[in-house]
């Protein structure tokens, strides 16, 4: 019994086996280098570190200015002040909503 191949088999197996294991990674990799690209070049530039940086120096002064919140002693509740003024849970939550 004789097995023949055809060299038209033969030659799409080796095609087959470098488009997947040798082109398709390449290709990839290439691919996903243009978006880590384009991603740095037009989204994370000056402009956005600008806008995370007052981002977070506000976030920063709301809690250091306007969450100072302590307990007085263990058996009374937490009681909350601004700018040395106590104010009640009510206050603030209503303040919070008119700002909003």
Do not use: H
């Amino acid at each position: 019994m004789e097995l023949t191949i055809s060299f038209s088999t033969i030659l799409m197996a080796c095609l087959g086996f470098l488009g997947v294991y040798i082109i398709m990674p390449i290709a990839l990799t290439f691919r996903d280098y243009l978006v880590v690209y384009c991603i740095n070049r037009y989204i994370y530039n000056d402009e956005f570190y600008e806008d995370l940086n007052k981002s977070f120096k506000c976030k920063a002064e709301l809690v250091t200015i306007y969450n100072k919140c302590g307990y007085v002693s263990k058996d009374e509740p937490l009681r909350c002040f601004i700018d040395g003024v106590e104010v009640s849970e009510k206050n603030t939550s209503a303040m919070v909503s008119k700002g909003s």
